[in-house]
């Protein structure tokens, strides 16, 4: 089931990538690398690891119930005993004190066999569904990881980028500024000219450092999933195909969510724990029948014979019997009545929460399914808005420069395009997020889908280089810009 073969898919998955170092990356740096890492070390799958290894414990308890229970006992025991007697004639009996030392040893064994037990069954049975649901929240939290990896991987990416576009920005609007310092000095321009250069310049400066803490803070985020330190990271090419969901039917992706989501198929074992344990909670108004067999050995002493501290039987004794215990509950102070409710409240309770389960899945998994298409269109907008600012930019500067624009006109085009180019990276990496969301929903998550993405990561990714595509770059490069001023 998918519940059990989703932990050997990782595995083999990963085994998978070191074997084919031609076709994706592989490298310390990478995705699948960084998913390995936290696959070793991360504390939230140890423990979820551990509560099923633990919950997995409740089946051969439960079954234990049903199974005979063979118990071994002995006794030793030593009596002395001292009595004051009377004088009598009539009876022979002369005053004087009587003692008497006696000791006794008995060894017993019992053996019980369960023959009705319908409480004892609906238990084992709980047991199992209550296992099934642990299996299937551990399936979901190796497929959080997955998807865990996945964005704090292109999380510190897509920061990144944003530093390398803030710093871009900067450099722009830093030469913008050092040009219109050389037209005041000429007297091309007047001084605000200049001062609104310098504001813009000044706040993209800000920007930078706050795209530099963000990097940061996406770093240490990878830390705490995988506990090592990373500096850098391979970064996604800008050849990722970028393609709407197959199939692009929002209903065919819901039906599968509603089969395969794992988290609602632990809510299913869940209701089914629920109703087993209901079943057990009624069990108790039934009987009970058990076999009974005990044996005993001891001397004879210790069964109580005639003529205690005198051997006239032969020792040992030895005692044999064998029956039918049958109990029948009557009436237990309202303690079984008052279980039957909480059961059928828990079941209620449980039924609701897979309902709501079902809708939030439902939900998110046409969320999903929309966003990747708006992804595709974003990215192919974003990336057309970045050449037609490249242009207007272009343009505005030489109107700049004839005086037919203001200084503002230039700054404005500025922005927008390095805004064009912060929304086109967010939609790439939305786009790579959405998708491996919308399997997670679904429920067919798995390392490959790490393992298809790592062909597309470039090992030596520099982010001033490489946060656009080649072609939309070039103009706006960080190897195009000056050093900046301090």
């Given at each position: 089931?998918?519940?059990?073969?989703?932990?050997?898919?990782?595995?083999?998955?990963?085994?998978?990538?070191?074997?084919q170092?031609?076709?994706?990356?592989?490298?310390?740096?990478?995705?699948?690398?960084?998913?390995?890492?936290?696959?070793?070390?991360?504390?939230?799958?140890?423990?979820?690891?551990?509560?099923?290894?633990?919950?997995?414990?409740?089946?051969?308890?439960?079954?234990?119930?049903?199974?005979?229970?063979?118990?071994?006992?002995?006794?030793?025991?030593?009596?002395?005993?001292?009595?004051?007697?009377?004088?009598?004639?009539?009876?022979?009996?002369?005053?004087?004190?009587?003692?008497?030392?006696?000791?006794?040893?008995?060894?017993?064994?019992?053996?019980?066999?369960?023959?009705?037990?319908?409480?004892?069954?609906?238990?084992?049975?709980?047991?199992k569904?209550?296992?099934?649901?642990?299996?299937?929240?551990?399936s979901?939290?190796?497929?959080?990881?997955?998807?865990?990896?996945?964005?704090?991987?292109?999380?510190?990416?897509?920061?990144?980028?944003?530093?390398?576009?803030?710093?871009?920005?900067?450099?722009?609007?830093?030469?913008?500024?050092d040009?219109?310092?050389?037209?005041?000095?000429v007297?091309?321009?007047?001084?605000?000219?200049?001062?609104?250069?310098?504001?813009?310049?000044?706040?993209?400066?800000?920007?930078?450092?706050?795209?530099?803490?963000?990097?940061?803070?996406?770093?240490?985020?990878?830390?705490?999933?995988?506990?090592?330190?990373?500096?850098?990271?391979?970064?996604?090419?800008?050849?990722?195909?970028i393609?709407?969901?197959?199939?692009?039917?929002?209903?065919?992706?819901?039906?599968?969510?509603?089969?395969q989501?794992?988290?609602?198929?632990?809510?299913?074992?869940?209701?089914?724990?629920?109703?087993?344990?209901?079943?057990?909670?009624?069990?108790?108004?039934?009987?009970?029948?058990?076999?009974?067999?005990?044996y005993?050995?001891?001397?004879?002493?210790?069964?109580?014979?005639?003529?205690?501290?005198?051997?006239?039987?032969?020792?040992?004794?030895?005692?044999r019997?064998?029956?039918?215990?049958?109990?029948?509950?009557?009436?237990?102070?309202?303690?079984?009545?008052?279980?039957?409710r909480?059961?059928?409240?828990?079941?209620?309770?449980s039924?609701?929460?897979?309902?709501?389960?079902?809708?939030?899945?439902?939900?998110?998994?046409?969320?999903?399914?929309?966003a990747?298409?708006?992804?595709?269109?974003?990215?192919?907008?974003?990336?057309?808005?970045?050449?037609?600012?490249?242009?207007?930019?272009?343009?505005?500067?030489?109107?700049?420069?004839?005086?037919?624009?203001?200084?503002?006109d230039?700054?404005?085009?500025?922005?927008?395009?390095?805004?064009?180019?912060?929304?086109?990276?967010n939609?790439?990496y939305?786009?790579?997020?959405?998708?491996?969301r919308?399997?997670?929903?679904?429920?067919?998550?798995?390392?490959?889908?790490?393992?298809?993405?790592?062909?597309?990561?470039?090992?030596?990714?520099d982010?001033?280089?490489?946060?656009?595509?080649?072609?939309?770059?070039?103009?706006?490069?960080?190897?195009?810009?000056?050093?900046?001023?301090?």
């Amino acid at each position: 089931m998918l519940r059990i073969v989703l932990f050997s898919t990782l595995s083999c998955a990963c085994s998978l990538v070191m074997a084919q170092p031609a076709e994706s990356s592989t490298t310390q740096n990478g995705l699948v690398a960084v998913y390995q890492e936290a696959l070793n070390n991360n504390s939230d799958l140890a423990a979820e690891r551990a509560g099923l290894a633990a919950q997995r414990e409740a089946i051969p308890q439960a079954r234990a119930g049903l199974l005979p229970q063979l118990s071994l006992g002995a006794q030793v025991n030593d009596t002395h005993m001292s009595l004051g007697l009377k004088q009598n004639d009539t009876l022979g009996i002369a005053e004087g004190r009587y003692k008497s030392d006696r000791s006794s040893q008995m060894i017993q064994a019992n053996l019980s066999q369960p023959l009705f037990r319908a409480d004892r069954w609906f238990q084992l049975q709980a047991a199992k569904a209550g296992t099934e649901q642990a299996e299937y929240q551990f399936s979901a939290a190796q497929q959080n990881l997955i998807l865990q990896t996945a964005e704090g991987y292109f999380s510190a990416l897509r920061a990144q980028d944003a530093l390398a576009t803030a710093r871009a920005e900067e450099a722009a609007l830093f030469r913008q500024l050092d040009q219109t310092r050389e037209r005041f000095k000429v007297g091309l321009t007047d001084e605000t000219d200049v001062l609104q250069a310098q504001a813009s310049y000044d706040t993209a400066k800000a920007n930078s450092s706050l795209a530099s803490r963000n990097v940061q803070d996406a770093f240490q985020g990878l830390v705490r999933l995988t506990n090592r330190e990373y500096n850098a990271l391979e970064g996604i090419r800008h050849d990722l195909p970028i393609l709407p969901p197959m199939p692009n039917d929002a209903k065919a992706w819901v039906d599968r969510a509603v089969a395969q989501n794992l988290q609602l198929l632990a809510s299913n074992s869940a209701v089914d724990t629920a109703q087993e344990t209901l079943r057990q909670r009624k069990a108790g108004h039934l009987p009970t029948v058990d076999a009974v067999a005990r044996y005993q050995r001891g001397d004879n002493d210790a069964f109580n014979l005639p003529n205690p501290g005198v051997d006239i039987f032969d020792s040992p004794v030895s005692q044999r019997s064998v029956g039918v215990q049958i109990n029948v509950p009557l009436y237990t102070g309202g303690l079984t009545s008052s279980q039957i409710r909480e059961a059928y409240q828990r079941l209620d309770q449980s039924e609701q929460q897979r309902e709501s389960m079902r809708r939030e899945v439902v939900q998110n998994t046409r969320n999903y399914h929309r966003a990747i298409n708006t992804d595709v269109e974003q990215i192919a907008a974003r990336k057309q808005n970045i050449a037609s600012s490249q242009r207007a930019l272009e343009a505005t500067q030489i109107a700049y420069q004839v005086g037919t624009r203001s200084i503002v006109d230039v700054l404005d085009i500025q922005r927008q395009l390095y805004n064009a180019v912060r929304e086109y990276n967010n939609a790439r990496y939305d786009y790579i997020l959405d998708n491996l969301r919308l399997k997670q929903s679904a429920g067919i998550l798995s390392p490959n889908d790490l393992l298809e993405l790592s062909r597309y990561l470039k090992p030596d990714y520099d982010p001033d280089r490489d946060f656009l595509p080649p072609d939309l770059a070039k103009p706006i490069s960080m190897t195009q810009r000056p050093s900046l001023r301090p």
